[in-house]
């Protein structure tokens, strides 16, 4: 999903593909993408890092051709993988996650995956339309916000991971005023790149850890991440980009608690599911 986030939204930005193309797009692979993550069983649930992978792509200038895009993608996918069954290799434990409720969990799903893809095309379509309409240069950052509230488990944990969402953010793009701004110790120079890289990293670490512990704080980590991989692709004003993070963000975040909450009635099948595997 990472890898076609990319490879879409790479042909958008060389094709010169924006505002309108990108939402009606992305809108579409966020249905699409939300049939694929249930079926598959995401964890973290729903298709946001490929619409996140989407919208990055398409809204910078790119310096490469396709196809070597596309090859960076497939290999720091496969160099992830490989990390990642370093670990199952030393534990040598498999898990196929087969349950005892295993047929009546699948006819859940596909009555729930309906739903919840429409609820994903409603919200990041409005968000990316909300964006595109007030003039933002970054649209995706609010079509990616919307998509958050919805990958979790129930209404409260939407509404919540909206909240997060946005708390952290605006924390996190407190740590990127101090890290840009003009000052003796600036990281927004071309030759400040390899710093700019290293501090990445270093946050990367931090969300990672925090993830799928904490939301919000993972968020004040994450949010410079995001923030300083764009000006490291495209540099712009500084004070631009925050302003417009933080906008979007909160935009993109209501709407997809609004959506989230409109189209509960007290339990759902996704809610059940969650709790019949866990």
Same mark, same amino acid.
């Given at each position: 999903?990472?890898?076609?986030?990319?490879?879409?939204?790479?042909?958008?930005?060389?094709?010169?593909?924006?505002?309108?193309?990108?939402?009606?797009?992305?809108?579409?692979?966020?249905?699409?993408?939300?049939?694929?993550?249930?079926?598959?069983?995401?964890?973290?649930?729903?298709?946001?890092?490929?619409?996140?992978?989407?919208?990055?792509?398409?809204?910078?200038?790119? $310096? =490469? #051709?396709?196809?070597? !895009?596309? &090859?960076?993608?497939?290999?720091?996918?496969?160099?992830?993988? *490989?990390? /990642?069954? %370093?670990?199952?290799?030393?534990?040598?434990?498999?898990?196929?996650?087969?349950?005892?409720?295993?047929?009546?969990?699948?006819?859940?799903?596909?009555?729930?995956?309906?739903?919840?893809?429409?609820?994903?095309?409603?919200?990041?379509?409005?968000?990316?339309?909300?964006?595109?309409?007030?003039?933002?240069?970054?649209?995706?950052?609010?079509?990616?916000?919307? $998509? =958050? #509230?919805?990958?979790? !488990?129930? &209404?409260?944990?939407?509404?919540?991971?909206?909240?997060?969402? *946005?708390? /952290?953010? %605006?924390?996190?793009?407190?740590?990127?005023?101090?890290?840009?701004?003009?000052?003796?110790?600036?990281?927004?120079?071309?030759?400040?790149?390899?710093?700019?890289?290293?501090?990445?990293?270093?946050?990367?670490?931090?969300?990672?850890?925090?993830?799928?512990?904490?939301?919000?704080?993972?968020?004040?980590?994450?949010?410079?991440?995001?923030?300083?991989?764009?000006?490291?692709?495209?540099?712009?004003?500084?004070?631009?980009?925050?302003?417009?993070?933080?906008?979007?963000?909160?935009? /993109?975040?209501?709407?997809?608690?609004?959506?989230?909450?409109?189209?509960?009635?007290?339990?759902?099948?996704?809610?059940?599911?969650?709790?019949?595997?866990?």
């Amino acid at each position: 999903m990472l890898v076609t986030g990319v490879a879409v939204g790479t042909g958008l930005s060389i094709n010169g593909l924006h505002s309108w193309w990108l939402v009606g797009i992305e809108t579409l692979l966020a249905g699409l993408g939300s049939v694929v993550a249930d079926r598959l069983n995401f964890r973290p649930s729903g298709p946001f890092f490929g619409l996140l992978a989407l919208g990055a792509c398409a809204s910078i200038p790119v $310096a =490469v #051709p396709w196809f070597t !895009a596309v &090859l960076i993608a497939v290999g720091s996918g496969a160099f992830a993988i *490989v990390i /990642g069954f %370093f670990g199952w290799m030393r534990r040598r434990v498999w898990q196929p996650g087969a349950t005892r409720n295993a047929a009546f969990l699948g006819g859940l799903r596909r009555q729930s995956a309906g739903l919840q893809a429409g609820r994903y095309v409603l919200a990041v379509g409005t968000a990316g339309a909300a964006g595109v309409l007030s003039g933002s240069a970054y649209p995706h950052w609010a079509m990616a916000a919307a $998509a =958050v #509230p919805l990958a979790a !488990a129930d &209404l409260a944990g939407g509404i919540y991971r909206g909240i997060h969402r *946005v708390v /952290g953010t %605006f924390l996190g793009l407190g740590i990127v005023a101090v890290l840009l701004q003009p000052a003796p110790w600036q990281l927004h120079a071309p030759q400040d790149a390899p710093a700019l890289v290293v501090v990445v990293i270093l946050l990367q670490f931090t969300t990672e850890l925090f993830m799928t512990r904490h939301y919000g704080l993972a968020m004040v980590s994450f949010t410079p991440v995001i923030v300083l991989a764009t000006q490291l692709a495209a540099p712009a004003d500084p004070y631009a980009l925050i302003s417009e993070r933080a906008v979007e963000t909160l935009v /993109g975040a209501t709407i997809g608690v609004i959506i989230l909450v409109a189209s509960r009635r007290g339990g759902s099948a996704t809610s059940v599911i969650h709790s019949l595997e866990f």
